[in-house]
């Protein structure tokens, strides 16, 4: 498939920050408009009857979803389709795709959102709409720099009532490890009912509370319903397929060396739109997000 064919034949499923993008626009078109900013394009999908032979072929039973408007069909494409499309037609970028990361102008500097561990965990919440911005994280470092995890404003969003006396109460290292979705750490939220206590907070205490026997009730309820489904034990942790929807705080790395082939695959293996540059002692250097590979490409097509 061509650069310049018509995008509405990529696979598209997405939700965010939306533009709207004609159906027989170029692919050039869309990777520009989200170089402007988009996350996601909304495209009319063409009648069966007016898309070509081969369309056709590809496409008899359509494999994304799609949604209906005043009679007309619509689909979603984002920044991960595409990338995902430039990755199956690598051999048109070999030269770049090899090549490391440090030496394409791909790693971010200037827009890592950071904390330390042991920050107040409310300071998280000034990074957290411009993480959900970028679509990206926030990272937790040691007084050495070094990358210990993340914390992720839609692991966050997953969080019950009981997050925010963590983000009160904890280091931002603390909270990192509180809402990871193994499960809260029993000590971690010993600690934080203590220190509600010690400030006199009696009604977030009290919600605490209530928020602990509805987790216990609904985790015995998932144990049971999944151990009589499948035969097996959960040890105590929620399982089934939302569970693994949530993502844990271990962060995706790489390295300067890196090659861009390598981060683009690491990025759509585990579902995420950046990847942390660490050093070899895991010092965190920078960022690589899907708008900076898009760039690297579009910077490629213009050369060519």
């Known amino acids: 498939m061509e650069l310049q064919s018509p995008i509405s034949v990529l696979i598209p499923k997405a939700s965010g920050l939306v533009r709207h993008l004609e159906p027989h626009a170029s692919l050039l078109e869309a990777i520009d408009l989200m170089l402007e900013g988009a996350q996601n394009l909304v495209i009319q999908i063409e009648s069966r009857s007016t898309r070509n032979s081969r369309i056709k072929l590809i496409q008899q039973k359509p494999s994304f979803d799609s949604i209906l408007h005043n009679n007309r069909e619509y689909c979603w494409l984002a920044q991960e389709d595409i990338i995902r499309y430039l990755l199956n037609s690598i051999g048109l970028f070999s030269t770049a795709a090899i090549n490391p990361i440090n030496s394409l102008n791909v790693i971010d500097t200037d827009s890592i959102l950071a904390l330390q561990y042991n920050d107040p965990a409310y300071s998280a919440l000034s990074f957290i ?39 009160a109460t904890l280091s931002a290292g603390d909270l990192m490890a509180y809402i990871d979705c193994g499960g809260q750490p029993e000590d971690l939220v010993q600690l934080v009912k203590d220190r ?46 939302s569970a693994r929807l949530v993502r844990r705080s271990e962060a995706i790395v790489c390295y300067p060396w890196s090659s861009l082939v390598a981060v683009m695959v690491q990025a759509l293996a585990h579902r995420v739109s950046y990847v942390w540059v660490v050093e070899v002692d895991g010092a965190l250097t920078g960022i690589v997000t899907f708008p900076g590979m898009l760039k690297v490409f579009r910077e490629r097509v213009s050369m060519g």
């Open 196 to 241: 509600l206590e010690e400030r006199n907070l009696g009604a977030a205490l009290e919600l605490m509370e209530e928020e602990s026997v509805l987790s216990s009730w609904s985790l015995y309820c998932c144990s049971t319903s999944s151990d009589e489904e499948f035969g097996s034990t959960r040890n105590g942790k929620l399982g089934g397929y």
């Open 129 to 167: 709409s411009e993480a959900l911005t970028q679509q990206t994280s926030i990272a937790i470092i040691d007084l050495d720099d070094k990358l210990i995890g993340e914390i992720s404003p839609f692991t966050l969003n997953s969080c019950d009532e009981s997050a925010a006396a963590a983000i």
